[in-house]
């Protein structure tokens, strides 16, 4: 997938794109929002990453004049605005998703795939397993069609899960896609994390859908 990522911070815009191309995406850099919106011209992309406040032209500023001219791939705004008036702003500028700085590389991986298949499918990705139900694209989670309330790193760990159903998954793997690779969180936090989803989906009358490989990590039984 063609990727624009326009991002004045260059130390953040190195590390996104290294991220984006090891996931074999085609990435153009721009450092201001006039770059972005002149490589535009030039060039389709499935997804434009505007960062909120650039020299020249804000992200907000070339969102709008995406949308004016017709451009129909995804946009995803990079922010370190979190009001909720600011949020808004944002996505009725024609923006598709939005993330808060900082973030964690992951979250933004994770918010890159969802928008990607979105251009692709109307339909939301759905994975269900038995009475178990979740929807990538709507970060939205059914026990028996009824919605489960889960924290963003509950989400994350089924997440993880269900995308490798049926494989063996290491602590460091799922440490990783849920801390970052900088994660500094003791083996009891993930333990600790998988107690809490086991309530919220496990029937007690048999055994936990997420079981527990000793010495490696967890996998999701499929029956």
């Not at 972005?36 to 070339?62: C, F, N, R």
Request: glycine share 4%.
């Amino acid at each position: 997938m063609k990727i624009l990522l326009a991002e004045d911070d260059a130390r953040l815009r190195r590390n996104i794109v290294h991220i984006l191309k090891k996931e074999f995406h085609n990435v153009t850099e721009a450092e201001n929002g006039q770059d972005a919106l002149d490589h535009t011209l030039t060039e389709k992309y499935d997804l434009v990453i505007l960062d909120w406040m650039m020299p020249q032209l804000s992200g907000i500023e070339v969102c709008q004049q995406l949308r004016k001219t017709g451009f129909n791939g995804s946009i995803l705004m990079l922010t370190a605005k979190d009001d909720t008036e600011d949020i808004i702003k944002g996505l009725d500028s024609g923006a598709d998703d939005y993330i808060v700085k900082p973030f964690k590389i992951e979250e933004l991986l994770a918010r890159v795939r969802a928008l990607l298949r979105r251009k692709d499918k109307v339909i939301e990705q759905v994975i269900q397993i038995n009475q178990l139900q979740l929807n990538v694209d709507s970060r939205v989670f059914l026990y028996n069609n009824e919605v489960v309330d889960l924290t963003k790193n509950e989400f994350l760990l089924l997440e993880y899960l269900f995308i490798n159903k049926g494989r063996v998954l290491t602590r460091e793997q799922i440490c990783i896609y849920i801390w970052g690779y900088d994660y500094d969180v003791s083996n009891n936090s993930l333990d600790a994390l998988v107690k809490l989803v086991r309530k919220k989906i496990d029937d007690s009358q048999s055994k936990s859908r997420i079981q527990n490989v000793r010495g490696i990590g967890y996998k999701l039984r499929e029956h």
